[in-house]
């Protein structure tokens, strides 16, 4: 089922700065819960999901659009834009597809290897993705991370070690995933930020921190990069409690340039959400009224 708002609940879609820290509220509604925005290559829009359906929000307008995506399930938050005018979608049966970002009809590309698949990742030249494969009917399953051609067949797993590993995607060069994985504690859920190589090789670690760190997403350009930060303690990547976002330079993931706090988590920041200038990024919050879950 696609998530809805709570009671009182509103959904504001949010651009920020990861150079001067300032943020603009661009659209807000009570009506429906969209989530995780991808900025369309021409700068001209925003993409998300909300109601099992894909939308357009254009940034000149500020009008909101359904994409006429057809042949599909309901989509989850786990979509990627791909040269070409492309889009790669996550539905709810656990299969990935492609369409083309104008609409029409979507093909499937991932077959019944009894694996729902979380798509994150297209590298750059738009022939590999990388999605997270969980092994279906098996609750609590931990996450790993898997590439495949873009036109479909074999997967590959990119083993990164023990525990639940999420969210990677390709740097601008096409030679890391960068991810989040609790390969470096034993900590159930502590999920930490690192990269590798498509190969597997040359993992590391990108900062040590008490937090649980979701999603890293790397700017176009590979200058900045900001990520989703969770509580101490905080199992998955749930929704609606108090979040952080964070914006650092990748040549130092260890100090913060800035933090904001807002009440989402589970759809505010899955995928790349980045401006093709590199000078701003996307999220999506969802304060409650009177809850004392606005944004700062």
Request: aromatic fraction near 8%; hydrophobic fraction near 40%.
């Amino acid at each position: 089922m696609p998530r809805v708002l709570l009671p009182d609940q509103r959904c504001e879609v949010w651009i920020a700065s990861a150079k001067t820290g300032t943020r603009e509220l661009i659209f807000a509604t009570a009506e429906l819960l969209l989530e995780a925005p991808n900025w369309t290559q021409d700068g001209a829009a925003l993409i998300l999901n909300g109601a099992g359906s894909l939308w357009r929000l254009d940034l000149g307008t500020g009008s909101l659009g359904q994409v006429p995506v057809s042949g599909i399930p309901d989509l989850n938050n786990d979509h990627v834009l791909a040269p070409g005018g492309l889009i790669y979608l996550s539905a709810n049966d656990g299969h990935l597809y492609r369409a083309a970002l104008a609409g029409g009809p979507a093909t499937r590309i991932t077959s019944e290897d009894g694996v729902f698949h979380f798509l994150h990742g297209v590298r750059p030249d738009g022939q590999e993705l990388a999605y997270v494969g969980l092994d279906a009917g098996k609750s609590g399953s931990p996450g790993r991370i898997m590439t495949m051609p873009a036109g479909g067949g074999p997967s590959v797993r990119v083993d990164v070690g023990r525990g639940h590993s999420d969210g990677p995607e390709y740097s601008p060069d096409g030679g890391w995933l960068y991810l989040n994985t609790e390969a470096f504690t034993g900590r159930a859920g502590h999920a930490q930020l690192a990269r590798v190589r498509p190969d597997a090789s040359g993992l590391e670690r990108l900062i040590e921190s008490a937090t649980v760190d979701w999603f890293p997403h790397l700017s176009p350009d590979g200058r900045f990069a900001c990520y989703l930060r969770f509580a101490p303690g905080t199992i998955g990547h749930p929704s609606d409690l108090p979040v952080e976002i964070v914006a650092v330079s990748t040549e130092d993931w260890t100090v913060p340039l800035h933090a904001w706090t807002l009440f989402g988590g589970q759809g505010t920041l899955n995928v790349n959400s980045w401006s093709p200038d590199s000078a701003r990024f996307a999220y999506v919050a969802y304060p409650v009224a009177d809850a004392g879950t606005a944004a700062t």
